[in-house]
Nanobody, 124 residues
Framework: VQLQASGGGLVQAGGSLRLSCAAS????????LGWFRQAPGKEREFVGW?????VYADSVKGRFTISRDNAKNTVYLQMNSLKPEDTAVYYC?????????????????????WGQGTLVTVSS
């Protein structure tokens, strides 16, 4: 599975961006899809996932929305009310195990396919 993330860029605080992640896979609807991010000097962290449910990290809840278009094999991350602390490289990931570990899909170890990342910079 190849994942291609795009849509990153520079935006002012309070602005919006939409990231896209296109997957080269036939059975896209059977995959759990996640978004993670890594800020400079920090470890990669969970942002949200979409599968049998949709779950977000507390830090983005109410501001970020994950959607997926199974016909286009694409998952989106709509980011609103962006803050400087949202600055990071954003990664999409896919798990061929739709139910992941059985307790959600918020861990990096739940995913066996990763995209290359796209940089989001939020200026204050």
């Amino acid at each position: 599975v190849q994942l291609q993330a795009s849509g990153g860029g520079l935006v002012q605080a309070g602005g919006s961006l939409r990231l896209s992640c296109a997957a080269s896979v036939r059975t896209f609807s059977r995959y759990a899809l996640g978004w993670f991010r890594q800020a400079p000097g920090k470890e990669r962290e969970f942002v949200g996932w979409s599968g049998y449910s949709t779950v977000y990290a507390d830090s983005v809840k109410g501001r970020f929305t994950i959607s997926r278009d199974n016909a286009k094999n694409t998952v989106y991350l709509q980011m609103n009310s962006l803050k400087p602390e949202d600055t990071a490289v954003y990664y999409c990931a896919a798990s061929s195990f739709y139910y992941c570990s059985g307790s959600g899909c918020s861990r990096q170890s739940d995913y066996n396919n990763w995209g290359q990342g796209t940089l989001v910079t939020v200026s204050s």
